[in-house]
């Protein structure tokens, strides 16, 4: 399986698919937005970005799965923010998510050899999942939370997606499943609090400066700019 983190306009992605097209695949969000002021990938790129990963999944519908990031939503919704936004595209990068909405989830699951791996842009926090109950009623990590793309899809999850907390200058007591902080997830790790060993984590939002994911005992946190493979065994291959 291939697993493409954060693209924002860069195309990392391009060269990651070409000649496996027929692989399964998953895109963890966050297509839009470029770091123009850092890297020289002017802002609409990303909007280039998402129209070809849309093309890309319609032309290959059966193994590729693309998820939402944060920077995507808030062209969806103004409760969901980032701290980049192209206000000059903003009409075509919306109507291009709109028209494809069916495309796009928030998480994915799959099993190898008994073991969950989930995937989403910034993972799941139990304590997260516990602060929106009204919404998300008795999910945790180790049962339905395949129900969040119902949730979605459905209408009724943007403002639970708009949750940010203290790492990332939010008010909330946990990031959403778009907003988490690795920080977070770290944090629950040391605590060994709501840890289940027979749950992997996949995502991406929190940029690893060093060029290589960041693989734990329950989590990889993968956006560093390339695209990485998770093995038939389930072991995380960069």
């Known amino acids: 399986m291939i697993v493409i983190p954060d693209i924002h306009g860069r195309d990392f992605w391009r060269k990651a698919v070409k000649g496996n097209e027929e692989e399964e695949m998953v895109f963890l969000g966050d297509y839009v937005d470029p770091y123009s002021y850092y890297e020289d990938v002017p802002e609409w790129e990303g ?10 999944k319609k032309n290959h519908p059966a193994n590729v799965t693309l998820l939402l990031g ?11 923010a980032a701290d980049r936004h192209d206000d000059e595209n903003h009409d075509i990068i919306k109507s291009l998510l709109k028209k494809n909405l069916d495309l796009f989830d928030i998480v994915h699951e ?6 969950r791996f989930i995937f989403s842009h910034a993972g799941i926090l139990p304590a997260w999942l516990e602060a929106n109950r009204d919404v998300v009623g008795d999910m945790t990590l180790e049962r339905g939370v395949g129900r969040l ?5 459905a209408g009724v999850l943007y403002e639970a997606l708009g949750n940010v907390s203290a790492y990332r200058g939010g008010p909330d007591e946990a990031g959403s499943v ?17 840890v289940n060993d027979n749950i992997f984590q996949i995502f991406g939002h929190t940029l690893q400066s060093l060029g290589r994911p960041l693989v ?5 946190c993968v956006d560093c700019k390339r695209a ?8 995380v291959e960069v």
């Open 149 to 153: 793309n119902e949730l979605f899809h």
């Open 70 to 80: 944060n920077h995507d939503l808030s062209y969806l919704s103004p409760l969901v």
């Open 178 to 194: 778009v907003w988490a902080d690795l920080n977070e997830h770290m944090d629950l790790l040391s605590k060994n609090n709501g």
């Open 47 to 56: 909007m280039v970005a998402l129209a070809e990963v849309i093309d890309f």
């Open 216 to 220: 734990m005992s329950t989590f990889a």
């Open 110 to 115: 799959r099993e190898i050899d008994g073991k």
């Open 228 to 235: 990485f493979t998770l093995s038939a065994s389930g072991e």
